[in-house]
T-cell receptor, first 117, second 110 residues
Framework: KAGVTQTPRYLIKTRGQQVTLSCSPI?????VSWYQQTPGQGLQFLFE???????NKGNFPGRFSGRQFSNSRSEMNVSTLELGDSALYLC????????????????FGEGSWLTVV | QKEVEQNSGPLSVPEGAIASLNCTYS??????FFWYRQYSGKSPELIMF??SNGDKEDGRFTAQLNKASQYVSLLIRDSQPSDSATYLC??????????WGAGTKLIIKP
């Protein structure tokens, strides 16, 4: 069974540009979450989608947005990039976010490394 | 604010010894608890989950949950240098949001 796939794996952008990151969840998983991780920092929750609806949102500015498609694939977009947006962006999927494990257990993709120069 | 706390470490343990990692949480309504391992430059990978009070064993790993005292721990027996990593505790709160600890850096000394 294929894991969570994130593309692209590495990218370099210039301040002020925008970026779109893509995530394909594990087959059958309907919940997709996005996280930001900077060096030395913990996981910062961005948002969670389930059945194309945003369920939860973290404390990030409106420049960070996301969406989920009917096939559960998800994208996140960051507009007007800032140097501080340089980070590892992680996508994770689960069957559902409610209930108990293993159904609500999340599995991470390898991440997308974003460098803003 | 719902919180999950871990000692940031580093926790240094001799090879072959037992490594003990602890995590406390504030949301008494939490039902699901997870341990992830993250190597430097890599994404977190699931070690195990637990949702019932008591111990759960998987190979060299044992998760312990005590809901009354609001803590969950991870024991690693026969620690190996390859166990050196940051260990993340995550708790699914009563509002179904997953709250993460900042992680404990574990170093296994040969």
């Amino acid at each position: 069974k294929a894991g969570v796939t994130q593309t692209p794996r590495y990218l370099i952008k210039t301040r002020g540009q925008q970026v779109t990151l893509s995530c394909s969840p594990i087959s059958g998983h309907r919940s997709v979450s996005w996280y930001q991780q900077t060096p030395g920092q913990g996981l910062q929750f961005l948002f969670e989608y389930f059945s194309e609806t945003q369920r939860n949102k973290g404390n990030f500015p409106g420049r960070f947005s996301g969406r989920q498609f009917s096939n559960s694939r998800s994208e996140m977009n960051v507009s007007t990039l800032e140097l501080g947006d340089s980070a590892l962006y992680l996508c994770a999927s689960s069957l559902d976010s409610g209930g108990l494990p293993p159904g609500n257990t999340i599995y991470f993709g390898e991440g997308s490394w974003l460098t803003v120069v | 604010q719902k919180e999950v706390e871990q000692n940031s470490g580093p926790l240094s343990v001799p090879e072959g010894a037992i490594a003990s990692l602890n995590c406390t949480y504030s949301d008494r309504g939490s039902q699901s608890f997870f341990w992830y391992r993250q190597y430097s430059g890599k994404s977190p990978e699931l070690i195990m989950f637990i949702y019932s009070n008591g111990d759960k064993e998987d190979g060299r790993f044992t998760a312990q949950l005590n809901k009354a005292s609001q803590y969950v721990s991870l024991l690693i027996r026969d620690s190996q240098p390859s166990d050196s990593a940051t260990y993340l505790c995550a708790v699914k709160g009563s509002n179904y949001q997953l709250i993460w600890g900042a992680g404990t850096k574990l170093i296994i000394k040969p």
